[in-house]
Structures are given as structure tokens and as C-alpha cells.
């Protein structure tokens, strides 16, 4: 069997909080668990949102959890390749393999591109472009051009997409009326969540995606990518999401739920074995190291629904 492949992919625009830790936890879990291998990679496609020493923190608060990578970057050293800000010639060339097969157009729009960069976690709300710049004439892209630096979309296809996930079961997107032609690069050159994030996990190997429930509905998309580059898809698993007492979903803006706040009132192993609780691992919220979990993971026992937190479990002590 082929050897598992596992990554983090954290976006490094905040402190990371219980949410992302759960996440974190689970996909170290599911590889580890299967003799697999891990490899961190840092998201920070977004100038304005992402910051290294954001990057830094995060790699302390999973060292901090126990969870280790065998590739990645390293605290306090300078973005090297295994950063998205210094991948730019892999996405330009899958870019071009794509203008090869006819498949881009530019896009003048400038309403729905500015997330591009983002994972669009489903919360933020789906929008279907109805692909107006499709069909402009070449002068009337030239025109535009003069007032405007355009985005590069990506047509779909008419096909329905189906893949079976390894915790949610079989799931499927119709391309053009539920997701639509998509961006690749933003105007101001930025490159877009989707290609990167496909482009990277091809290029790295990776054949296992453990990650939040809330990116199930861009995965038809990066199924499609994988198969118009030429890539390898790996098996995906969307878990569930976290959400408060009141039954938000987590964000990096829940302060109280940082690992910063968290750090200060736990230790590492009460963290790891509340959210193994959290995920059907533990029958009690009692401290446990990763290690001890491992030869308890399975994926039968992870809840495919979203999960509410407990009120004020985390909050005092
Ligand atoms: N970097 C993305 C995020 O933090 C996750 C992307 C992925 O796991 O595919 O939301």
C-alpha cells in the first residue's frame, strides 16, 4: 500500500484557536496513526492578512500540542519553499498548462475576487459568477484592459463532480451552477486559495487531506485542478467544525479561544484530550499525550456533524 502523506496547511493571519488545534490534531492523528508522514506547509497567500510571525507562533502552539512534521518550515526562520509566498513559478506554470488547453479568460470584474486568496470556508457564503467575461469580444477586452488589470478566471465545465470522502461519504458538485468558472489569480496578482492549494499538495506528495468540513464545497473544484494539471488527488476527509455554545462556528476573532488564552489556563495534554473527547476518541475529557491516541484513532468514531463546545468549559480555571 501506498505510503500516507499527510500536511497541515494553517493560514498564518491570526493566532490559531481550539478550532484549528481540533483540525491540527485530527490530521496529525489520521497520519500518524497510518505510519504516514507529515509535512507543514504555510498559506499565506494573502499579503494583507498574513504575517511571519504569525507563521512562527503557529509552528510554537503545535510543538507546544506535541504534533510534529517531517517536512516544513521551523520557527523563526525565513519563509522558505514549504511557504506559499515562495511558490509563485509552480502556480505560474500550472497557469500556463491551463492557458494551453484554452481553459482561461481575463476577468474585469470586481465584485467576489478579492477573497480569491482566502480558503473560502463556507460561512463567508457561496457565490456563483455568471461568467459575463466569458464571452467579451477581444476588443472590448482591450478596452477594458486600459482601465483595469484583469483576474484570471478558469471555465468549468457542464459536469457534475463526485468523490467519496473518507468522513463525510459520498459528496458531488454540479460545476456550473453550484460553484461556477472560478479565479486563479486576482488582478493584483495574487494567486487564488484553489490553484495553490492543489499545485502544493501535488507537488508535495501528498495523498491524505484532513481538514474542516467548511472547505467540502471547494473540493469538486480542486478535483477538477488535479485533473486539468495532471495530478494525483489525494483521499480528503472533512471533519467537522467547532462551534461555540451559541452555535458559531470558531474564528481567530473568539480570543478566548486562542491557544494564547488557552496555553495560560492548560497544559498541553488537558487541550489534546479534550478535543480527542470532542472527536469520539475519549468517553471523558481527561488529559492524554497525541501518542496515547494514536492506537485509538479511527475514523468510525469521528462525528460527521458539526460540534457545539460545551458553555464555558474553557472559559474559567
Ligand atoms: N489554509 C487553509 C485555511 O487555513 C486550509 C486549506 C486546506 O486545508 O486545504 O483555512
Known sequence: MEKIKGRFAPSPSGRMHLGNAFCALLAWLACRSAGGTMTLRVEDLDPERCRPTYAWRLMEDLEWMGLDWDQGPRPGQPPDRYWQSQRGEIYGRALEKLREQGLLYPCFCTRAELHAAQAPHAADGLFVYDGRCRSLSPERRRELAQKRKPAVRLQVPAERIEFFDGCQGLCGQDLQTECGDFILR?????????????????????????????????????????????????????????????????????GDLDLGALREKRTAEELTGYLAWLAGLLERPEPASPGQLLPLFDWGKIPRQDIRLPKGLFAEK
Not at 491524505?208 to 494525483?232: E, F, M
Open 186 to 254: 486576482r488582478s493584483d496578482g495574487a494567486w487564488a486559495y484553489q490553484l495553490a492549494v492543489v499545485c502544493d499538495d501535488g507537488a508535495m506528495g501528498v495523498n491524505q487531506v484532513v481538514r474542516g468540513r467548511d472547505l467540502l464545497s471547494s473540493t469538486p473544484r480542486q478535483l477538477l485542478l488535479y485533473r486539468l494539471i495532471g495530478l494525483k488527488p489525494p483521499q480528503f476527509y472533512h471533519i467537522p467544525l467547532l462551534l461555540s455554545a451559541e452555535g458559531r462556528r470558531l474564528s481567530k476573532r473568539d
